[in-house]
């Protein structure tokens, strides 16, 4: 296993960046890593590049440390990836991974082949920041990174309760927490709360979904025309897809939302049986057995069509076993 510490010896400057679109696990894992190297590095120059995250997460110290790519011409020791499956989806902040004289990717996406020199998947991890807690020493871990990588983990297995919170994670959590943390304060702010206008676009998500696949199946759909009248951004679309799971009888729920002329967004969660990943990675995209994403072209039906045939094969082989 990698040890964070030793690859950062004789280092002076390193970029932190993560996926496009950031979730909680990636913001984090990247805001947790710069304290981390903050509090312990003071000789190295540490920025963290990142697509703007939602606002919720303010609530973490270091989050105005974010910054989004610009025109700056940079060029870094140390470039690290985090919670990124892909080389594609690091976006922006390309332009220093590349330049970069040394990369390092951190991730735990089942999905990921290794797109950098030095590559730390754990695939069995219930998050990013659950490895990036692997890899530093625990006692280095202060209270602002350890808030930070809580809520990662918090986030990525649906407060400790996806599939892949092991006893690990736990112990994990229980470390975090040791540090003085305001966990509950946490939870609050960045998972549970919603705005008025994140409630109703999830009201109307819930509304007009549609059972399929004799009803193991669950679908809905938000339009570009549906974001601009209730005046949200596809981040305030976070959590729809998940609740949508929970709908007694379903197996897999599919979630997508319009990004463009006949493109979509699809996020898919499934329950026990099926593996979205590999349903998501048939069409390009990727993520973990139960939580998954890929962007489809072509119409509503068509995309759901597609889906569902792959779904229902994988249904079908279960319940020969």
């Keep these: 296993m990698m040890q964070l510490d030793r690859e950062l010896q004789g280092v ?10 950031p979730d909680g696990d990636c913001v984090g894992a990247c805001v947790g890593l710069w304290h981390y190297i903050r509090d312990n590095f003071k000789q190295i120059e540490v920025d963290i590049w990142l697509q703007k995250p939602d606002e919720k997460f303010a609530v ?9 790519v610009l025109d700056e011409e940079k060029h870094y020791d140390l470039f690290i990836s985090l919670d990124c499956a892909t080389y594609e989806r690091l976006g922006e902040s390309l332009r220093y991974f590349d330049s970069a004289k040394k990369t390092i990717c951190i ?4 999905s990921n082949a290794g797109y950098a020199k030095l590559n730390e998947v754990q695939a069995d991890a219930s998050s990013t920041c ?6 530093m020493k625990p ?16 986030h990525d297995t649906g407060v400790f309760q996806y599939s892949l919170t092991s006893p690990d994670t736990m112990r994990t959590a229980a470390m975090l927490m040791e540090k003085g943390i305001p966990y509950t304060y946490l939870l609050e702010e960045t998972f549970y709360k919603k705005t008025y206008r994140q ?18 199946g669950i679908v809905s759909v938000v339009r570009r025309k549906e974001l601009e009248f209730f005046g949200v ?11 949508l799971r929970m709908t007694e009888g379903v197996e897999v729920a599919i979630f997508l939302y319009e990004t463009g002329n006949l493109e979509f967004r699809v996020s898919l969660r499934s329950r026990n049986l099926v593996d979205v990943s590999e349903v998501a990675s048939y069409f390009g995209g990727g993520g973990h057995v139960r939580a998954a994403g890929v962007t489809m072209k072509g119409t509503f039906h068509d995309i759901v069509n597609n889906l569902t045939l792959h779904i229902d094969h994988q249904l079908k082989e279960q319940e020969k076993q």
């Design 12 to 21: 002076s400057t390193v970029a932190i960046s993560g996926h496009v679109r």
């Design 60 to 68: 973490l110290k270091g989050f105005d440390k974010i910054r989004q």
């Design 107 to 110: 991730d735990h996406h089942i």
């Design 130 to 135: 659950e490895v990036l807690c692997s890899l």
């Design 139 to 154: 006692e280095n871990i202060h209270k602002e990174a350890a808030a930070a990588l809580y809520t990662g983990i918090a």
């Design 199 to 216: 409630n109703q676009i999830l009201g109307k998500a819930l509304l007009e979904s549609m059972r399929i696949l004799d009803g193991k």
């Design 233 to 243: 951004e596809p981040v305030d679309l976070d959590g729809i897809v998940s609740q």
